[in-house]
């Protein structure tokens, strides 16, 4: 079992950063490949960002260039740092942990709002 607890989220202006945490316990995040997923009123759950355990990394087309995800597995946490935001990003953001290679283990977090508004 692998317990995820993101922070960071909050109000934002729009051109502003915001960097999510996810810290997890239970289990090494060695194991998994690790991702952000956001949902918005009325949409479904979308990906945001992934790294892998060898740390390959892929994104949402809305979010590349603006958006990294980085992992510390001595910290046991993974990262979101979110720049340039715009409205159009505000949601829920959600923290994943998918065990490698076959994904038989999904893992998610509470969630944490991100709102962009000024």
């Known amino acids: 079992q692998v317990q995820l607890v993101e922070s960071g989220g909050g109000l934002v202006q729009p051109g502003g950063s915001l960097r999510l945490s996810c810290a997890a316990s239970?289990?090494?995040?060695?194991?998994?490949?690790m991702g952000w997923y956001r949902q918005a009123p009325g949409n479904q759950r979308e990906l945001v960002a992934q790294?892998?355990?060898?740390?390959?990394?892929n994104y949402a087309d809305s979010v590349k260039g603006r958006f990294i995800v980085s992992r510390d597995n001595a910290k046991n946490t993974v990262y979101l740092q979110m720049n340039s935001l715009k409205p159009e990003d505000t949601a829920v953001y959600y923290c994943?942990?998918?065990?490698?290679?076959?994904?038989?283990?999904?893992?998610w977090g509470q969630g944490t709002q991100v709102t962009v508004s000024s």
């Open positions: 790294i892998t355990r060898s740390r390959r990394t």
């Open positions: 239970g289990s090494s995040i060695g194991f998994y490949t």
């Open positions: 994943n942990a998918l065990s490698e290679p076959f994904g038989t283990n999904n893992y």
